[in-house]
């Protein structure tokens, strides 16, 4: 058992895993600084916005390093910005750090619904996040969100995304859809090359800035979209939104081998419209069973991320296109996806963990 000072600290956390690159903390600068008084270690830790999400357990796990290696200390974890800006990803070097996939294997699930919750979820956590709404035959993402718009092209000759300005405290978040171009009742035929154009058109020549997170609503079913992204850019992965239904979960893992014929990885499923919680007597039904999707998850070795129960305030507001309203001030709403969009990060986090980027040479 070691003493309690500065150094002892510093040697029990220090390869402890930079939940965004899977990196030693120590190495990349992010343990700023260690104050010992009495039995009180007070740590200042760097993370980055990316990690925000799940700063409050990486503070938790770093608390229980230190506890394990010198018993008894009282330990306050600080958590403070860690500036790292992403580096450009693919041939259309977008500066993201992870792109995420979301699809499901047939409409109607709540693709669409949980895409967009993820993505305002991930933003009111304190990361920097997009929104690029791919479900070209079907663009729902405007109508959720009450955006709309014609995108205007700058000077740079760059698509600038519609930004979604609301009175969270956030940043504003880009989202680009072809329901911004289209008339919404003028049906899109889409060849496959055009679709291929528009869809690196959305990756690459956005004015997208720079994000955490972008997340990408996927037409449901086809592969082609997903062939085309993984073409362009390497993922993070994918989530698979699937219904509890037995036939739905069929589709979920049509959903899955199409993402890995495609080598996207599954990042894990959510399963969505999971019970009813009656909003006057606050009684849970099982309309389409539950569970399914957490049990076929672990049959395929995939992560769970979570469940959302069907919500009538989520669907009154979604239609009234106040999505990001209702998940900043309905806790009962957010919590869920909340809870999905933490898991999320956090199975990016064991990723990294497991396979750390090789530190890139440097250049002679
Ligand atoms: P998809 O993208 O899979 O076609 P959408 O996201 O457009 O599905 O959702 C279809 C319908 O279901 C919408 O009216 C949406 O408001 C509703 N919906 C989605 N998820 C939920 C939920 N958890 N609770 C209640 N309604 C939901």
Known sequence: MSALNSDS?????????DPETGRPIGSMGQIKEVQVDG?????????TSHSNPIADEIADAIESKVVAAVPGTQVKVEIVDHPRPPARLGQVGLRVKSVIAVGS???GVGKSTVAASIALSLRQMGSRVGLMDADVYGPSIPHLLGLSGRPAVNAQKKIEPIMLNDDSGQPPMPVISMGFLVEPDQAVIWRGPMLHGSINQFLGDTNWGELDYLVIDMPPGTGDVALTLSQALPLAGSVVVCTPQEVALLDAIKAI???RKVNIPILGMVENMSG???????KSYDIFGRGGARAK???LSVPFLGSLPIDIDLRTAGDEGRLATVLAENTRSR????TAAKSLVRTLASKAAANPPKPSLPTL
């Open 335 to 338: 919590t869920p996806i909340e």
């Open 276 to 282: 009813f919680m009656c909003p006057d007597c606050g």
């Open 39 to 47: 039995n009180t270690a007070t740590i200042t830790l760097g993370l």
């Open 9 to 17: 600290v510093r040697a029990a956390i220090e390869s402890f895993p």
């Open 297 to 299: 998850a672990e049959e």
């Open 105 to 107: 294997g047939k409409g």
């Open 257 to 259: 081998s199409m993402f």
